[in-house]
């Protein structure tokens, strides 16, 4: 009797006992999970100097060592500060020699800006003509009373010698590029041959590019053109004067370090 209730009691006793062996392959698992995690987010932040580090660090930790704790540091190796200074000079060198060549540039572009004006002054065409220097590029601006008649996009025969004589002044801007645009007035066109001032005033920027490429020292492939219709005006539409000034074609000259870019 006294066997059986010794039997009961130990097998009640080898029942309350809970198997915990499951916690060393769980607890290997997380610390897997962790080293893992920080590997990824290791190589995702920092670079390859700092990951060797890290490396090092990480397999010092495993043998049960105090590892180099380097890479959790903000401060940089002094490799790397000499490296960042050494980019900062070398950046603003290049950033002194780009203002320098642009310089340069704007002054030849001057150049050719104070020979187109002494042809304007010597032929007396100072209200039809006109140039601007900006930092886009050296603009001349061509009204459209010295072109095209009113609503026409060709140019005008006493006109073709003035076109002319504008292109041989564009000999002097090679190999720079040339934009050819055309404007108009907000005055409304529809006909036949012109559906819109859009229609209007691209075909007056090409018809005059045409002129000017007529001389065969200028780079056909330098040229473009381009109609802008009425929504670059210059001048306010509600006066005859202004409906003038906005109706013209103008030759941008880009510099060479745009072309370049």
């Known amino acids: ?3 059986r209730k010794n039997r009961r009691s130990k097998r009640k006793k080898h029942d309350e006992h809970i198997d915990e062996t499951w916690l060393i392959p769980y607890s290997d698992m997380l610390t ?3 080293a893992l995690f920080i590997v990824l ?12 580090q890290m490396a090092v660090a990480f397999r010092s930790e495993l043998a049960g060592g105090t590892g180099n704790k380097e890479f959790l540091s903000d401060q940089k190796p002094k490799e790397e500060k000499e490296l960042s200074a050494s980019g900062l000079e070398s950046e603003k060198i290049k950033k002194d020699a780009e203002a320098e060549v642009k310089k340069q540039e704007m002054n030849e572009l001057k150049a050719v800006q104070q020979s187109i004006d002494k042809y304007i002054e010597e032929k007396q065409l100072s209200s039809s003509f006109k140039t601007d220097l900006t930092e886009k590029g050296l603009m001349v601006t061509i009204l459209e009373n010295v ?3 009113s609503g026409k ?16 002044l564009l000999v002097s801007a090679s190999p ?6 055309g404007h108009t007035d907000t005055v409304p066109i529809a006909n036949a041959q012109f559906a819109s001032n859009w229609e209007l005033s691209t075909q007056r920027a090409v018809n005059f590019m045409q002129v000017l490429l007529q001389n065969k020292e200028l780079q056909p492939e330098k040229f473009s053109a381009v109609g802008y219709g009425e929504y670059r005006s210059i001048a306010p539409n509600d006066t005859p004067e202004g ?5 013209r074609v103008e030759v941008f000259i880009l510099p060479l370090t745009r072309n370049m870019q």
């Open 176 to 181: 720079r590029e040339i934009t050819v645009s």
């Open 1 to 3: 009797m006294r066997s």
């Open 32 to 34: 897997l999970l962790f």
């Open 147 to 149: 072109l095209f008649d």
């Open 41 to 52: 987010f290791a190589m995702s932040s920092i670079d390859a100097a700092k990951f060797k």
């Open 243 to 247: 409906k003038a000034k906005n109706r």
């Open 153 to 168: 996009a060709d140019v005008k025969l006493e006109s073709l010698g003035i076109a002319k004589e504008m292109s041989n």
